[in-house]
């Protein structure tokens, strides 16, 4: 749709002074995310305070243009992207710690606070918060709990979703509502809070949020193990967890990942095609170097080449940074980067990987495969080097899924729908569960308002 002057000229006098941005630059700016995807606004409302949304979203049902609600852009499903023209309203200058109380383990940060401050933040005050998403220096919590982003930390402490004890949260008809509660239990009523969460910001724009901690870890240690193939890396996933160890952390990255991270590594890869498992313990410092050393001797009986633990806080902030690498550098590397973020059973992660080389070949492709081994949340990234083999890309992304389903996975484990998963939802959800999705929208968004054409096909 094209904006009237008319309502620009309303937005501009009746929201903060500087709220409203229409200059070239600025729509640019809010035009993509991570996905590679690109809709440039016709306006863009970075609010003030939550009185902006608030004006703004019931101008929008007055008006009927679309608002697109966006934290900090990092997405890589195209949910904060103005697809269909109208207002992108921006959250980052909602970025207070409103509380931090010592004696509950509480915080309420407000939506666009970015992650990496939440958590230290809370670290500096002697408390933990434990979600740790890709990108946590350019996402935003708000964000984050739209998605219920995950992360390494995932396979030991959970998502996003279960550190948020309740939302305030403004509806598309204007109204600001506050939900769940400040204790660590609560079932009165329904749970809007978990509705709320994950729902990329369809039903509602989050505005802050009252998040729950945990006491400080003690003690980290990780160790770094190779294997001779990401087939062998993921069976010892399975059995680590089987001989009764819960990491903070199981990352893996495969060959291919390892191709392009390589000189970064402490050691010189061996000849084939190896792969590596991150492993992060956290506890008291003497349990988890007794543990951490039990798991290296597991690791050594099962087929691993070599292990290397790191012995000081630099040594691991390396080794994470060859992780952090990796999706930069396919990125980078590929001219077409189709990003997904399936998860499976912890089982069927060996044979998920077992396949990709006959999808390779089927359909032309390289897939890079790493991620959270842990909790089977595995990043495929389907690439080429052809922009003309783009529907040979789609259907082999199309084929992987219908593996992932058939091994009882699913489609997005923490990137959500948004636009680019958009045509694979079906395959996941049956008609009548859409149908009874979609009613929630109506029912919330009557007028579709708020960020229109996401999810839903």
Known sequence: MLLADTIKDTLSNQLSPGAVLSEPEALHKYCSDASGLHFIPELVVRAQNTEDIQTLLRLANAYGFPVTPRGGGSGLAGACLAHQGGVVLSLEDLNRIRLIDHENFLMEAEAGVISQKVREVAWEAGMFYPPDPAGMDLSTIGGNAATDAGGPACVKYGTTRDYILGLEAVLPNG????????????VVGYDLTNLLVGSEGTLAVITALLLKLLPKPAAVQTLLCAFPSVTCAMENV???????????????????????VGELLPFA?????????????????????????????????HGTIDTLPATNSSQRQKIWEVRRQV??????????????DVTVPISAIAPLVNALPDYEKRYQLEIFAFGHAGDGNIHLNITTQDVGLADRAHAGVRALLALVLDLGGTISGEHGIGIAKKPYIAMELPEPMLALQRSIKEFFDPNKILNPGKIFP
């Open 175 to 186: 109204e600001c509502v506050r939900t769940g509660v400040r204790t660590r239990k609560g």
């Open 238 to 260: 399975a059995t680590i967890m089987q001989a009764g160890h819960l990491p903070c952390a199981i990352e893996v990255l495969d060959h291919r990942c390892l191709a392009l």
């Open 269 to 301: 890869l061996p000849a084939g095609k190896p792969s590596l498992l991150i492993l992060e313990l956290d506890g008291p410092a003497t349990a988890i170097a007794e543990e951490m050393e039990t798991i290296r001797k597991l690791m050594l009986a």
């Open 327 to 340: 999706s930069l550098r396919i990125h980078d590397y590929a001219a077409l980067y189709l990003s997904e």
